[in-house]
């Protein structure tokens, strides 16, 4: 696992020196599982631009009620995203998330878990001068353990997020 981290970070490090852009913003996502309510995602990234080939870290909050609210999640997703551009506007997208969660049982102790999920997905951006308008839809695979409680084996956590932003360029 610390491999993977050490990996990720000289990617990113080797992107920022050979960057010919760098954005830094907030981001919102309406996010769904199949099996939870739907939620507000808000996150800060930062997106390296190396020509047609850009790299996103982003950090986000979530809380998901499964079951009526009997079992409550808070997840904090930090995702690495790769972008490759298709049109001058359009990307296809695909990434890993490192998903620490939070897990409270109505009733019993919590539970937290730091798993690695999947995403994949296509977006466009808008340039506007020093400002870049974001828009991604994604698909994530994440695979949330709830242990504690009996009935769980059909709750499904993985999601879809329809996510826009605001990034500033730093140059």
Do not use: C
């Amino acid at each position: 696992m610390k491999k993977l981290y050490s990996i990720i970070i000289l990617i990113i490090i080797a992107g920022t020196i050979n960057a010919q852009s760098i954005a830094i913003g907030a981001q919102g996502a309406y996010v769904k599982s199949q099996d939870a309510d739907a939620v507000i995602m808000p996150s800060a990234a930062v997106r390296i631009g190396l020509g047609g080939l850009k790299v996103e870290g982003s950090i986000g909050y979530k809380a998901d009620k499964y079951m009526g609210g009997a079992i409550k999640t808070i997840t904090y997703p930090i995702m690495f995203t790769g972008f490759l551009g298709l049109l001058p506007f359009i990307h296809l997208e695909a990434g890993i998330g490192w998903y620490n969660t939070k897990v409270e049982y109505s009733g019993f102790a919590s539970e937290t878990y730091s798993e690695i999920g999947y995403h994949a997905g296509a977006g466009a951006e808008i340039p506007l001068g020093n400002v870049i308008l974001t828009g991604d839809i994604r698909y994530v695979i994440e695979k949330t353990k709830f242990n504690r409680a009996k009935t769980t084996s059909d709750i499904k956590s993985d999601f879809y997020m329809v996510v826009v932003g605001l990034m500033f360029k730093l140059y």
